[in-house]
């Protein structure tokens, strides 16, 4: 028999019992896309309309890679996240199990791919 109480029991846990830490990652999520966003806006830019060489000879460098590398990962995983609170809301039953796994597997299909092609082009 426990002598816990309610409020103790069910403190930190939310509805779900995972609620706040989603919302919490999304945040944190969401600040370093703002941060990595324009960082790679800004350095994609200077390389954009240049030769295949050129692009190349950039994304050789280390700061470049890292910031796209970083935002394609950063951006997928926000993404998968939040598409699965989409889904988890409005979709019920067989339909949301199916929905959240292939918004899953499309998620990492697209990061893989993306940085498949960044180390192509680092290495």
Same mark, same amino acid.
């Given at each position: 028999?426990?002598?816990?109480?309610?409020?103790?029991?069910? @403190?930190? =846990? #939310?509805?779900? &019992?995972?609620?706040?830490?989603?919302?919490?990652?999304?945040?944190?999520?969401?600040?370093?896309?703002?941060?990595?966003?324009?960082?790679?806006?800004?350095?994609? &830019?200077?390389?954009?309309? #240049?030769?295949? @060489?050129?692009?190349?000879?950039?994304?050789?460098?280390?700061?470049?890679?890292?910031?796209? &590398?970083?935002?394609?990962?950063? #951006?997928?995983?926000?993404?998968?996240?939040?598409?699965?609170?989409?889904? @988890?809301?409005?979709?019920? &039953? =067989?339909?949301?199990? =199916?929905?959240?796994?292939?918004?899953?597997?499309?998620?990492?299909?697209?990061?893989?791919?993306?940085?498949?092609?960044?180390?192509? =082009?680092?290495?």
């Amino acid at each position: 028999m426990s002598f816990i109480t309610d409020r103790k029991r069910a @403190e930190g =846990l #939310g509805a779900g &019992g995972h609620g706040a830490e989603h919302h919490w990652f999304m945040i944190v999520s969401s600040i370093g896309l703002l941060i990595l966003v324009p960082l790679f806006i800004f350095t994609f &830019g200077s390389v954009l309309g #240049g030769t295949y @060489e050129e692009a190349v000879a950039y994304y050789s460098r280390p700061f470049p890679s890292i910031v796209a &590398g970083l935002t394609l990962v950063v #951006g997928f995983v926000h993404f998968m996240r939040g598409a699965q609170v989409l889904l @988890e809301d409005y979709v019920g &039953g =067989l339909k949301r199990k =199916l929905s959240i796994i292939a918004v899953n597997m499309f998620s990492y299909a697209l990061m893989a791919t993306g940085l498949f092609a960044l180390v192509k =082009l680092a290495l």
